[in-house]
T-cell receptor, first 112, second 114 residues
Framework: GESVGLHLPTLSVQEGDNSIINCAYS??????FIWYKQESGKGPQFIID?????DKRQGQRVTVLLNKTVKHLSLQIAATQPGDSAVYFC???????????FGRGTSLIVHP | NAGVTQTPKFRILKIGQSMTLQCTQD?????MYWYRQDPGMGLKLIYY???????DKGEVPNGYNVSRSTTEDFPLRLELAAPSQTSVYFC?????????????FGAGTRLSVL
């Protein structure tokens, strides 16, 4: 079946570097994408979202890029900090569905 | 505004026991969800609800039941607990508006079935 997946299960970076977390999706009907951050022992927390009529959206230190041609989504974190260490999930939803589909997650480890 | 509140935070069950995981939200969201998360894995949808009195199965509903008698509460019932139900359970709520659907999650219930 169609699914959402991540390329890298673990990403290690140095404090101050920029981080890029990737996500591939296969459902061509997906029209809404969300990134969540899950810190150890906590529930996921919304970071940023993007609709399919956009290819880029920026937040505070985060940018989401959407490439519909290759069905690829990425989350860029600028000047990564130790507090950014967490598991990051992408999720997608297709029009008319109440149910988002979550990817497996990427663990981001930030070394001071 | 507490958001999504789950109780209990931890629980140990014996095989065959039953329990109810409680979930309450104070954001007046119509949509509520129950997920389970196994170690190192993503979220799997157990049940969801689009409003009071309406529930539907997700990806992994076997062994669970839900009810939604009010907008605020969405309890998850485990009947005849099995070791395979050892997991972390997350409740979430959301509202869908303007094409956006942001889910707000509780802190989770860590369940062990021994």
């Amino acid at each position: 079946g169609e699914s959402v997946g991540l390329h890298l299960p673990t990403l290690s970076v140095q404090e101050g570097d920029n981080s890029i977390i990737n996500c591939a999706y296969s459902n061509s009907a997906s029209d809404y994408f969300i990134w969540y951050k899950q810190e150890s022992g906590k529930g996921p927390q919304f970071i940023i979202d993007i609709r399919s009529n956009m290819d880029k959206r920026q937040g505070q230190r985060v940018t989401v890029l959407l490439n519909k041609t290759v069905k690829h989504l990425s989350l860029q974190i600028a000047a990564t900090q130790p507090g950014d260490s967490a598991v990051y999930f992408c999720a997608e939803r297709s029009g008319g569905s109440y149910i988002p589909t979550f990817g497996r997650g990427t663990s981001l480890i930030v070394h001071p | 505004n507490a958001g999504v509140t789950q109780t209990p935070k931890f629980r140990i069950l014996k095989i065959g026991q039953s329990m109810t995981l409680q979930c309450t939200q104070d954001m007046n969201h119509n949509y509520m969800y129950w997920y389970r998360q196994d170690p190192g894995m993503g979220l799997k949808l157990i049940y969801y609800s689009v409003g009071a009195g309406i529930t539907d199965k997700g990806e992994v509903p076997n062994g669970y039941n839900v009810s939604r008698s009010t907008t605020e509460d969405f309890p998850l019932r485990l009947e005849l607990a099995a070791p395979s139900q050892t997991s972390v359970y997350f409740c979430a709520s959301s509202y869908i508006a303007g094409g956006r659907d942001i889910q707000y999650f509780g802190a989770g219930t860590r369940l062990s079935v021994l």
